[in-house]
């Protein structure tokens, strides 16, 4: 057998690992607020609630996503989920003249059922989720194309409007969302035998078999969870954009993705959780608009938010590798 | 009989850390002889195999092949490709997808045109057409791997090993019969004594007596990484190979209560056909320590399966307690306090990036809900409280699984049942991996798990364990069970042999 490789780490080691991603968060918050070019507009409070506000929707689209990853399944379908949502919201409401809370209830409704739909694909049916997911993502795509013949929707309730640009208590109001579905899914992944059993279930599958877990009611549930919160993602997407723009998701699907692995790298590290995703979504956010004011170009975004899901899956796989101890 | 050696290997020494694999290993093959290797789970054979194939790096010792003497230290997979070893393991590493044709070039390498480079489809079938008559296996080329036989696709596998050999190559292969059915392995090894008539020399590693016993010259039994017989077959009977696999010698068996008379029975069974079960009659009282003996493949984990409910019941029919039992998934069975400790850990039991307490806490997470949410200091408490009563020997409850060792992970798992505390306790090589020390204490948490009440089943390829263990030992052969014995009034040697004799023969009782 394997000799035992416990690596015996001083705790300021582990706390150093663990909190490496906040104290980089920080690091280039004071960067970017004393560095000239871009100190005097980065650190302005409007500047900051605006990367909040436009932030939230990423947000509520990587907590979707830490579902199914934790289970072991990609779910590459909920920028895609979050869109549709947005424009089933916008389209009902601001083109059939739908009462804005049956439209809120009716995006969520379908955020719900394609994520169900998702599940049964690949819990049930044992598709590859990589695949079905992707398929799905361009389904859902195609169809957003068609519905909205690549025009963007205008025109809705102004009391969503308003609730997307507002602010309470000097917070955007979007975020207040962020906040509750963050504290719901921290709640349900680490407090409850449901959360715990995702986690396992993505450790090892066929041991989860083995100690009783029922598996694929559970991946189906975790798939559905992620349409779930997708659906409210898109409620928030239209609230911010006061419609919806007709748009694979991609934009959002992928600083999402880097999110989730970056988060995986901290706080827990090795593992997926709700504070190190809440925290990789504001890193990623934070260095790009720092960027930008510095002067940097446009396409600054894609490549910081490429090079940093590349490096948050190379980082988090060795910490999840080191954990399992081979 | 004097031919002359194709191999002989001598001294050969491998150590892993503190564990001492093979001690002075010595093997000697004749030229056109079958040589069996023989020996139980960690006896040596399979490492003295990977130290002729150079996938181990001997310690010590000495290596001739066809007269050419090296260091075994110096042995690598190259080296013993050239010298004329050719391996064939148990894995025989076909693409069951590709053709056979496909399945060769990927080994030999593609046939290409000299323009462009492309693939010389032509050229690569007669190849493998040659091939294919000249070790008599009737398939064409395009046949994929996936619709032959089992024992022809071990013959490609053996024809591929030998593809580019000259005739004086020496032929290893690891357990080629431990996934084949009775009248395949005969075909596989009438095919092997064919060749071998014909010049060529084979090893033959196996862990069956009578098979062995009809096609190999030779026969040397490993036991503790030592070589405790070597001879020539005939001059080997069975009793002599059991005798050399076993030791012979009784092991003292450790205390153990007697099941109190008159225990309720816990389970009962009748009839039962389920995975490679076929008929099979047990009944367990309250408080007992039943044995499974008998060969990989005889029905050990198909039995313990079937009552964990991860195996449909094709007839026959289960009683736990006195009530119809028929769980249809693990779930079920957990709801009547059943619980299974299966054979791989590694892939089966362990989440191995999980921590010691998450692994311990997930077959009792509803214990430490508390209103709305699983309560951290319960769940803790509890967890610490396990790596204290198991010994689990680990930094602390929030160290991953798998930084611990065999034989500590092993013990979590058991803390992950026992602490809800069974009826019916069911044991899969319950030692396998896992060090002395480690195995007398989970045999201490069994023989404690059974005093209080519950039904224990252990399988194991381990008499020393079962006999240590066990108030009766049960013995399955082809997935029935051809002996029920009282553990203290049987033996090593009898048992060995009834888990191993062909069903024809008579069986002493």
Known sequence: MSQPVTSRRTPVAEWGERLGLPILLAVIVLFFSVFPASSRAFFSVANLTIVLANQSIIMLVAIALMFPLIAGHFDFSVGAMTVLAAVVCAGTNAQMGLPIAVSILLAIGVGLAVGLANGVLVARLGLNSFVSTLGAATLIGGLIQWYTAGQAIIGIDPALLQFGSRQWLGVPRVLFIVIVVGFAAWYILGHTPFGRSLYAIGSNPRSADLVGLPRMRYTLFAFAMSGLIAGIAGVALTARTGGANPDGGTFLLFPALAAVFLGATAIIPGRFNVVGTVIGVLFVAVSVSGLTLAGAQSWVDAVFNGAALIIAVFVSSVLRKRRAGS | ?509
């Open chain 2, 1 to 509: 009989m004097t031919v002359l050696p194709a191999l002989e290997a001598s001294g050969v020494v491998k150590t892993f850390g503190g564990t001492v694999a093979l001690a002075d290993a010595h093997l000697r093959v004749g030229k056109g002889t079958i040589h069996a290797l023989l020996g139980g789970n960690g006896s040596g054979k399979s490492t003295l195999i990977k130290c002729l194939a150079g996938v181990y790096r001997a310690d010590s010792g000495r290596i001739v092949v066809h007269g050419e003497e090296r260091a075994a230290a110096d042995q690598t997979p190259a080296v013993a490709r050239r010298s004329g070893l050719h391996f064939v393991h148990q894995d025989l590493g076909l693409f069951p997808q590709l053709s056979i044709a496909e399945n060769i070039a990927l080994d030999r390498g593609y046939p290409t045109a000299r323009v462009l480079g492309g693939v010389r489809w032509s050229r690569l079938e007669a190849d493998t057409a040659a091939l294919l008559e000249r070790f008599e296996i009737a398939a064409s080329p395009r046949t994929p791997v996936a619709a032959l036989r089992p024992s022809q696709r071990s013959l490609v596998a053996i024809a591929r090993a030998l593809a580019d050999a000259g005739d004086d190559a020496i032929l290893m292969l690891d357990e080629p019969t431990a996934t084949l059915a009775e009248h395949e392995s005969q075909e596989l090894l009438a095919a092997l004594r064919k060749r071998a008539n014909r010049g060529q020399t084979i090893v033959l590693v196996s862990h069956r007596f009578p098979e062995v016993q009809g096609v190999a010259d030779d026969v040397t039994v490993f036991r503790d990484g030592r070589v405790a017989a070597t001879d020539a077959m005939s001059e080997m009977p069975i009793d002599r190979l059991v005798a050399a696999m076993t030791g012979g010698a009784e092991l003292p068996h450790p205390e153990r209560t007697a099941v109190r008379a008159g225990s309720a029975e816990r389970l009962r069974i009748t009839g039962l056909h389920a995975g490679a079960l076929r008929g099979v009659d047990l009944t367990l009282a309250a408080g007992e320590i039943v044995g499974l003996a008998g060969l990989g493949g005889s029905g050990r984990s198909s039995l313990l399966r079937t009552v964990f409910g991860r195996l449909p019941i094709r007839a026959g029919s289960m009683e736990l307690d006195g009530a119809p039992y028929s769980p249809h998934s693990a779930a079920q069975a957990m709801a009547l306090d059943v619980a299974l400790v299966p054979e791989d850990r590694l892939g089966e039991a362990a989440f191995l990036d999980l921590s010691v307490r998450e692994n311990t806490s997930i077959t009792v997470l509803k214990r430490f809900w508390r209103r709305l949410a699983i309560s951290p200091s319960a769940e803790r408490s509890s967890a610490e409280a396990l790596v204290a009563a198991f010994g689990i020997r680990t930094p602390g409850i929030e160290t991953p699984l798998g930084s611990l060792s065999g034989g500590n992970q092993q013990k979590a798992i058991l803390a992950r049942w026992l602490q809800r505390a069974p009826k019916l306790l069911l044991l899969d090589e319950p030692s396998q991996g896992v060090d002395v020390v480690a195995r007398s204490e989970i045999s201490a948490h069994v023989v404690a798990a059974a005093d209080a009440g519950a039904g224990v089943i252990v399988a194991s390829s381990d008499l020393d364990e079962l006999f240590a263990l066990t108030h009766r030992i049960v013995v399955l052969r082809a997935g029935r069970i051809v002996a029920d014995l009282t553990t203290s009034s049987t033996t090593r040697d009898e048992v060995a042999h009834l888990s191993m004799l062909d069903s024809e023969e008579g069986i002493p009782t």
